[in-house]
């Protein structure tokens, strides 16, 4: 407790010392922290429930690989049990398959993402539109690389595979006006994963707030920019 009234003596102290201006400088950073804090506690919940939809579909991806790569794998020469064992393989990957479209109806095309977002903005006076930049399309997971050493494996057909595309938003506005912008993207009927956010207030009242956002897509590319 003497240490802390120390410190908050000594804190005090060189607030007496500063001008004016120091003086703002300094409350402004501590309230950009502040609201950084309460902005990324209002949005939490919705990080991670949209990080654990990519890593669902990643998680799906990597099953269906397995199960054609077993598929591949099994003796011709036990005719009888490889046709078994291959329906069931069948079976199972056609399940997992549909599992994977039933998270995609959910996506949002990336071009669709793009244009959605600056409806968004439009819709709201009070937001200022810094700067967008796009990301190329990265897969979410990659097929496993075989052993070069071991025999040829009868060939396997590749699963699709989901490429994320992100799109750093860079926008001004009250802090009101930025969350109420984030809060009509968490209310938009398809699936965007916000992966981070970055507040700064050194400008207050004016707020700027950096979004990186992501969807994910079959295709590698945008198509169109």
Avoid: C
């Amino acid at each position: 407790m003497d240490s802390l009234k120390q410190t908050w003596k000594t804190w005090s102290m060189r607030l007496d010392t500063m001008s004016f201006r120091e003086r703002v400088l300094v409350f402004l950073a501590v309230a950009g922290v502040a609201l950084s804090l309460m902005f990324v506690g209002l949005i939490e919940p919705a990080l991670k429930s949209q990080e654990q939809m990519q890593l669902n579909i990643a998680s799906l991806q990597e099953e269906i690989f397995s199960l054609r790569e077993q598929q591949a794998a099994l003796d011709p020469a036990n005719q009888n049990g490889a046709n078994s064992e291959l329906g069931r393989l069948r079976a199972q990957a056609k399940a997992i398959e549909q599992q994977v479209k039933a998270a995609e109806n959910g996506l949002i095309a990336p071009e669709k993402m793009l244009a959605v977002l600056k409806t968004l903005m439009a819709e709201q006076s009070g937001l200022k539109l810094l700067a967008m930049e796009t990301e190329p399309g990265k897969p979410v997971m990659t097929a496993p690389e075989s052993d070069p050493a071991a025999e040829a494996p009868a060939p396997v057909l590749p699963a699709e595979v989901f490429y994320k595309h992100g799109v750093t938003l860079r926008l001004q506005g009250s802090y009101a006006e930025l969350t109420r912008y984030v809060a009509r993207l968490e209310a938009l009927p398809w699936t965007l994963q916000l992966e981070s956010v970055r507040l700064d207030a050194r400008a207050h009242p004016a707020i700027e707030l950096t979004l990186k956002l992501n969807t994910l897509s079959r295709e590698a590319t945008w198509a169109r920019l």
